[in-house]
């Protein structure tokens, strides 16, 4: 093994300092938060679930409720600037709850405005989609929202994770594998650009 190849991989797996918030809401899939969760934590770093919800949030498995999860910090209480990263689970459930949410969508919107990696699967892009600001940008999601995204200005691609910039976006649970692969890369690279034309995508 390489000098260099050692070097990408501790890069790529080393979170150590780095604070990651969870942005949910009841109905989230439950393997679309648990699994990035659970590899997040084992990279390093220190993951925060963040919801308007006091206490617990509530889970979805595939078409009936699940587990519960507790709530670190309720929304108003937290504060974007704290975190690192923002991570987005899907569900079709909890996007839409927290697209109808200004609290939730100006949480994400700093991650956006700032340059700080930002990951959302499945029909996590929906929250997105409220700040305005995914035009230009290289985007997948779960298919049935793809018309959303493209009509939101981003390029949609049926790809199980496309990396623009910091921004890191999966399809569905089939895809979870490559989506924290790339979701903890992005991380570790820490702040991206944020004005200008975005020069960097990828699409596996």
Same mark, same amino acid.
Not at 121 to 126: D, E, L, R, S
């Given at each position: 093994m390489s000098h260099f190849f050692k070097l990408k991989?501790?890069?790529?797996?080393?979170?150590d300092n780095k604070r990651v918030a969870i942005?949910?809401?009841?109905?989230?899939?439950?393997?679309?938060?648990?699994?990035?969760?659970?590899?997040?934590?084992?990279?390093?770093?220190?993951?925060?679930?963040?919801?308007l919800q006091a206490g617990h949030v509530k889970g979805w498995n595939h078409d009936h409720w699940s587990i519960e999860l507790p709530v670190t910090i309720?929304?108003?209480? =937290?504060?974007?600037?704290?975190?690192?990263? $923002? /991570? !987005?689970?899907? @569900?079709?459930?909890?996007?839409?709850? *927290?697209?109808n949410h200004k609290e939730y969508v100006s949480f994400a919107q700093h991650f956006l405005e700032t340059g700080k990696p930002? =990951?959302?699967?499945?029909?996590?892009?929906? $929250? /997105? !989609?409220?700040? @305005?600001?995914?035009?230009?940008?290289? *985007?997948t999601s779960y298919p049935s929202i793809q018309t959303d995204i493209k009509n939101a200005g981003a390029s949609w691609h049926d790809k199980e994770v496309v990396v623009d910039n910091g921004l890191v976006t999966s399809r569905s649970p089939?895809?979870?594998?490559?989506?924290?692969?790339?979701?903890i890369?992005?991380?570790?690279?820490?702040?991206?650009?944020?004005?200008?034309?975005?020069?960097?995508s990828e699409t596996v």
């Open positions: 991989t501790f890069i790529m797996t080393s979170l942005l949910t809401d009841n109905g989230f899939e439950e393997i679309e938060l648990t699994s990035p969760k659970k590899a997040l934590e084992e990279a390093g770093a220190v993951v925060d679930i963040v919801s309720q929304l108003n209480d =937290a504060s974007p600037e704290d975190y690192d990263a $923002l /991570l !987005i689970p899907g @569900g079709v459930i909890n996007p839409d709850q *927290m697209r930002v =990951a959302a699967i499945c029909h996590g892009p929906q $929250l /997105l !989609i409220e700040t @305005g600001m995914l035009a230009g940008r290289e *985007m089939e895809d979870l594998d490559a989506f924290n692969s790339k979701m890369e992005e991380i570790a690279e820490g702040k991206h650009m944020t004005t200008g034309a975005f020069t960097r």
